[in-house]
């Protein structure tokens, strides 16, 4: 019988169907990313109907240089060494005669591995005009300097006209720290992958203030729905207990019915009451002995042990700790406090402000990672009006890879769902199908001054892409490290991360690994040999 991890394995080089693989470190991603290329260049007409989207040009040049060692292998029949290789091999050899068939020649040329930067780029430069382009220019990794110049001419229209207003009201919500609000905008620029296609929908206050209202109302339903189900048992229980303690824990009268249509307002004052009642002011589980006569709780009343026996059953779930004290800081969809009016009145700027880094990226001849992206995506055109280009790519594509996935951004991720959409459709008529392979690790997200977004790997992974439903798998082999090594960062890195994946505010859980060395293997796939004091000894 298959172990979980094996037939996640198997299952992850179908050529028929999409996956979102969660891949750790040493799990052996490399070997299966090799094996899902070559299953799918084995069935496409062209090598270039294959598009593999790497993020660093060593990684692509390194992807391309294994697919010629394997199919020189198997071209001279090496010898074989371990199990995997001969999925490996198997897999090469169709190819080959896939070729040979075709009359290919298959180099490193010919293979569709590209950086989503370099795939960006040369979009925008087939379609300048469309995209706003223009004319070449170069990206960037530190735009930096162009965020601050645009920031810079921006505060200097403090004293004109109805911008000028809105700036010195800007910079009055921070007391005229110029410093303060030119971090602030240099911030929200380097971040503008986030709300630069949603501001120009939102200048007028009324607009801007009605779409506010509605994000936020969605993110508190969401997080009140999630703790919902987390206590789906005890919810009656709950709202007894706690109606029964308010008077000892200073708590108003709460009810705790939750349905998907009630105000989200509402819900939120009984919910903040459990935090309160449940974790003390120090955000942590209230103990059995702080539960005691001094505090109200009569020794051995029926409320004291229904207390307690709700907080025996929660008071060592870290997640729902963590959970409860975000209640504590989720905004109200109702309040129109000085936050809100911040808010709103930014999204009357922020547009005025991106049109000073545009002008920044023209006067230098540079541009940052995130306007490739949205220019790319751009020059596909919308929804409704698809562009010639992405007509082309829609007739030339018909599987895409993506590693590192958890290191995408929002703007990369909204050009990869123009690039997929229609193929959902495309594969409901029963036609060849278009896939679309996601690999990464949320506990490696690393691009963050990238702007990354390792949210979106959640996302993906949940829900899928441009209606494209991506199976889920996990990988849990380790094949890097001794048993100790792996089993200490088990222990130490689940309680860290928790066990549940949070979309809303990126938490990734911890993946549980298992060595697959045993203390006296030395034919691991790759890496090094880490010892632990404790096996030394």
């Known amino acids: 019988m298959l172990s979980d991890d094996q037939a996640a394995r198997e299952r992850a080089i ?50 391309a240089a294994r697919i010629m060692e394997k199919l020189e292998q198997a071209r001279a029949g090496a010898p074989i060494e371990a199990a995997h290789e001969q999925v490996t091999r198997d897999l090469a050899q169709q190819l080959l005669v896939h070729a040979q068939q075709r009359s290919w020649r298959l180099d490193e040329s010919s293979l569709n591995l590209r950086t989503i930067d370099s795939f960006c780029h040369e979009l925008t430069r087939q379609m300048p005009i469309l995209s706003g382009m223009g004319g070449i220019a170069e990206p960037v990794d530190n735009a930096s300097p162009l965020y601050e110049r645009a920031v810079s001419d921006f505060l200097q229209q403090a004293s004109e006209g109805e911008v000028g207003e809105s700036i010195s009201t800007l910079l009055g919500h921070f007391d005229n720290r110029w410093h303060k609000v030119s971090d602030l905008l240099v911030a929200l620029l380097s971040r503008r992958g986030d709300w630069g296609p949603h501001i120009g929908q939102h200048h007028d206050p009324a607009t801007a203030e ?44 709460i009810t705790l019915t939750y349905a998907a249509d009630a105000p989200a307002t509402e819900a939120l004052e009984g919910w903040r009451a459990v935090s309160m009642a449940l974790l003390t002011n120090d955000q942590t589980w209230r103990r059995p002995k702080g539960i005691n006569a001094r505090q109200g709780f009569q020794k051995d009343s029926d409320f004291k042990v229904r207390f307690l ?36 009145l930014l999204s009357s700027l922020l547009p005025v402000l991106q049109a000073h880094l545009l002008l920044a990226f023209q006067r230098t001849g540079t541009v940052d ?169």
């Open 369 to 537: 990672h995130t306007h490739i992206a949205l220019a790319a995506s751009q020059a596909l055109g919308s929804d409704e009006q698809p562009t010639t280009l992405a007509e082309r790519l829609d007739y030339q594509l018909e599987h895409i890879l993506v590693d590192e996935f958890q290191d995408t951004s929002s703007s990369q991720a909204e050009f990869l769902r123009r690039l997929t959409r229609g193929w959902a459709e495309h594969n409901a008529t029963g036609a060849m199908p278009r896939t679309l392979f996601v690999v990464g690790d949320g506990m490696q997200s690393i691009y963050g001054f990238r702007y990354a977004d390792v949210r979106l790997f959640l996302q993906i992974r949940q829900n899928g892409l441009a209606g494209l439903t991506l199976a889920p798998l996990t990988l849990s082999q380790n094949f890097r490290s001794r048993p100790a090594v792996v089993n200490w960062v088990n222990r130490v890195f689940a309680d860290l991360m928790g066990k549940i994946d949070d979309i809303n505010i990126g938490r990734v859980s911890h993946v549980h690994a298992v060595s697959a060395k045993s203390l006296d293997d030395t034919g691991a796939r790759e890496g090094v040999d880490v010892v632990t004091l404790e096996e030394a000894s």
């Open 309 to 344: 026996a709700i907080l025996a059953r929660y008071g060592d779930d870290e997640a729902l700790r963590e959970a409860l004290v975000e209640l504590r800081y989720l905004p109200d969809p109702l309040a129109r406090g000085e936050g809100w009016q911040l808010v709103v």
């Open 14 to 63: 179908d050529p028929t169907m999409s996956f979102c693989v969660s891949a750790p470190a040493g799990s052996g991603k490399t070997e299966l990313l090799t094996q899902r290329l070559l299953a799918l260049l084995a069935r496409v007409d062209r090598p270039e109907q294959v598009l593999a989207i790497t993020f660093t040009r060593k990684a692509a040049n390194e992807m």
């Open 210 to 253: 009605a779409a506010i209202e509605s994000t936020v109302s969605d993110l508190v339903t969401d997080r009140l729905s999630a703790l919902s189900e987390l206590f789906a048992h005890d919810t009656q229980e709950l709202c007894d207990v706690i109606n029964g303690a308010r008077e000892v824990l200073a708590l108003p009268a």
